[in-house]
């Protein structure tokens, strides 16, 4: 069975494109691409919203400062952004995320993925790797 999952990079409560991984271009409110990804004749089975820039300027998951505008999302949630704790986690599920996704926060402590896989379940975690080609190696 194939699933389609859709990945939306988010700042400021807009849906961002990342040029290069450097720059980034405004596309749209994020509510309108959530509606458009969860209710076109191409729907999605998930949605991944990160949040690309909350953990380089330690701003709080934008989820949990809003979550009334995105309790209408019909298929499963999955939210990251500066998720670097337990308890940044579980606020994270309870404000509306079906899963949470960690980046930065996997690479500076390493056991923070079975910490958070025994709080809130092994199905609520996603590891995302931001991972670059140079040469013949992959750089994270």
Request: proline letters at 4%.
């Amino acid at each position: 069975m194939i699933r389609l999952i859709a990945r939306i990079d988010a700042r400021n409560g807009m849906h961002i494109k990342t040029i290069n991984c450097e720059g980034t271009k405004v596309l749209r409110p994020l509510e309108k691409s959530i509606a458009i990804f969860s209710e076109g004749t191409q729907t999605f089975d998930e949605i991944i919203l990160l949040d690309n820039v909350a953990t380089l300027y330690g701003k709080q998951n934008w989820l949990i400062r809003d979550p009334a505008k995105f309790f209408f999302c019909p298929i499963p949630l999955s939210v990251g952004g500066a998720i670097s704790s337990s308890e940044i986690a579980t606020k994270t599920l309870k404000s509306g995320a079906d899963k949470i996704v960690i980046n930065s926060a996997a690479v500076e402590n390493p056991s923070l993925i079975e910490k958070l896989a025994k709080i809130c379940g092994q199905q609520a975690i996603v590891l995302q790797v931001d991972a670059k080609l140079v040469g013949d190696t992959y750089l994270c």
